[in-house]
Each structure stands twice: as C-alpha cells, then as structure tokens.
C-alpha cells in the first residue's frame, strides 16, 4: 500500500504492459533444482503480480515474499503449495525481502498455520507501526519529525499520500490494535553478510537499504541465484521514498545497487519479486542508476531554467507525468534533491514551512 504503489516510470502512456504489472498466472516455473516460481495476484497500481519464491528441502518448503494479506492472496498461496504437493504446515520458514505490505502481508497467516520462522534483515520495520522499536542504526536526522502516518503532511510541506479512505481506516485502528493488521514479527533478524541455510543451500544476506531501509536480497553462491526482492526490478525502477531517516536516501540506494553489482557473473539468475527473472543483474543494476542520473541532471536543468527557490512539489512536474503527482512523486523527487543538496549542488530552505530549493552551481 502507501508507500508501495508507485514504481515510477520514465515515459508517459501510451506504452506496452511491462512484465511487473501483468497479471499473476497459475504456472509454477522450475528456476534451478528446488527452487521454484510463484505468482501472487495483488492490487497495487502499475504492479499485477508479486513472485513468491518456494523454495524445497527435505523438511518441507521456505517461501519468499508471500503477497498482501488477503483472502484472495491466502486462497493463492493455498492453490499454489498443493499444485507443489506441500501443505501449508510444512512451510517452514518465511522470508520477507522488505517492509512492504505485498511483501510480508502473508507471513503472520502462514506463521499462524505453520509455525514458521519469519526471515528478515536486521533492520525490518513497518514504519507507520507503534510497537516497532526504533532501528538501531538509524543515520538520525535531526530536522526530520517522526514521520508515522502516510496521509499527513510531510516534512517538506507537501499534501501526504493518497490513502483510500478504507485503507487509512484501517491503519487507524491498527495503529491502536496493531495485532489486527497481521504485521508479521521477525523470528530471524540477518546481518549483512550472516550466512542462513535453508532449501538445502547456503545463502548469503546482503543488506540493501534504498527502496527501503530494510531492503534485504539473498545470494546462493553455489547456484549464482540472487533474490533480489525489488532491489532490481527487470523493466521498471523501484519507488525511492524520501521519507526515511536517512540523510540521502538515493545514496544508499546507488551503494546497494553497486554492491549487488559487484557480484557480477557470480549471479547467474536474478529472481526478482515482480517481473521474470534475468540474467544480467549488474547491467540492469547500472541501467538503474543510468535511470536516476538522468533525473537528477532533469532537476539541475529544471532549476537552471526557472532560476529561483521552487518547492518539491514544483520539481516534481519536471519528473513525473501529470497523471503521476501527488505524495509519492513528491517524495521521490524530495530524495533527489536531497542528494544534490548533501552533494553541495542545491541549498534548501525553509519558506513558512515549505522547503525551497535553489541550484548553488
Ligand atoms: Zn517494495
Ligand atoms: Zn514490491
């Protein structure tokens, strides 16, 4: 949901359906021995579908980001595992790449049938949810407010994001009763670099804040496979959400993106959690950062040619089709102009509670 939806795309309509936003089909697709693909339906606009990976072993199946939390998606889940020849009490373990609801929205329910352990990386955390501790690592920023419901204004003095009503009521009483949402608890916190066995192999945790703080992609050096959660989609880019306690959040993204990169041929197999898996994750990982270098050069441009302090929302009609504007757009295009900003290139200032930005050079 919120934070979610938008995966930002460069070009405006008309365009073919990309690979993420198709549909989720019954087939289940044999990627290497014992590791398997799945299609989740889901309802998040510009995405159709979200891979859950199964993964088999001798004590049953671990399975990767297992949907929204729905009756559509659990009667999904269900049809999936007996196609498989697996109950669902024998899903042992739940691996959740990230903090986002069509990623973790099954693992309470499947926990609650199984006992599943719940995988995460050390950092998970839903942020609009009170009973998370704060993370440990947080880079705090000083002049960020604590930022915990989607629909009210943010930092920068922009409208907050489209929530529908219903979901908003939702998150309202979950935020009083958090256990009504089916948030899922970690049973498994991993490091970066802590090796997990599971599904008969030895994987490897990396780390990869950016799409979001908590963002955790899984190497299995034996058979070159990454799952890469939305770290690296193959058709679109992830939504980079300025509203992370971080200083630049579009910084770690391009750190993580180089780390991945940095496995290169070691990766034979991207599994990504929307879209078919490819081959060449460092390309597409460089053609990402390609994608956002471009945007960031559209922003100085953009500022050369209005030559004076604009808001977010102003240089984010610069970035995103008018059809896109709104909270998410603006809080993308706050996290590029907060890198520009640390980078030295932009100053920021605080015009009765609006952020203004102005190019320096
Ligand atoms: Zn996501
Ligand atoms: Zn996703």
Known sequence: MTNHGGHSHTHDAPRPVKQEQRAATESIDELAPGVLRTQLPIDIPGLGHVNMYVLEDERGVAVVDPGLANK???????????????????????????????????????????????????HFR????????????????PDLPPYRRPWEPTPWGGPGMNVPWRRRARMKVAQRFPKLLH????????????????ARREWVAVHTPGH?????????????????????????????????RRRDPLQLFFDSLDKVAV?????????????DPFADLAGRANDIKVHHEGRLQRLRDAAA????????????????????????????????????RVAGEFERRDAEGRYEYVRLV
Do not use: N
């Not at 999904?76 to 990230?98: D, F, S, W, Y």
């Not at 496995?263 to 879209?275: I, N």
């Not at 302090?309 to 706050?334: C, H, I, K, N």
């Open 212 to 244: 979001t703080a908590d963002h955790l992609c899984l190497f299995d050096p034996e058979a070159g496979l990454m799952l890469c959660g939305d770290h690296v989609l193959p058709t679109i880019t992830p939504h980079i959400s300025g509203l992370v």
């Open 126 to 141: 839903v942020f609009w949810d009170p009973t998370e501790p704060p993370d440990v690592d947080v880079e705090d920023v």
């Open 263 to 275: 496995f290169g041929s070691d990766v034979t197999l991207a599994l990504p959690a929307h879209g």
């Open 305 to 340: 040619e209005l030559d004076r302090p604009a808001t977010v929302m102003e240089m984010s009609r610069f970035l995103f089709s008018p059809r896109a504007q709104g909270g998410m757009a603006d809080s993308e295009t706050y996290a590029h102009l907060e890198h520009l």
């Open 72 to 122: 559509q998606s659990y009667t999904a889940i269900q049809k999936r595992l007996r196609e498989i020849g697996v109950p669902l009490k024998r899903v042992h373990t739940v691996i959740v790449t990230h903090s986002h609801p069509d990623h973790f929205g099954g693992a309470e329910w499947i926990q609650s049938h199984s006992g599943a352990e719940i995988v995460t990386s050390r």
């Open 183 to 198: 948030l899922p608890r970690p049973t498994i916190r991993l490091d970066d670099a802590e090796r997990y066995t599971f």
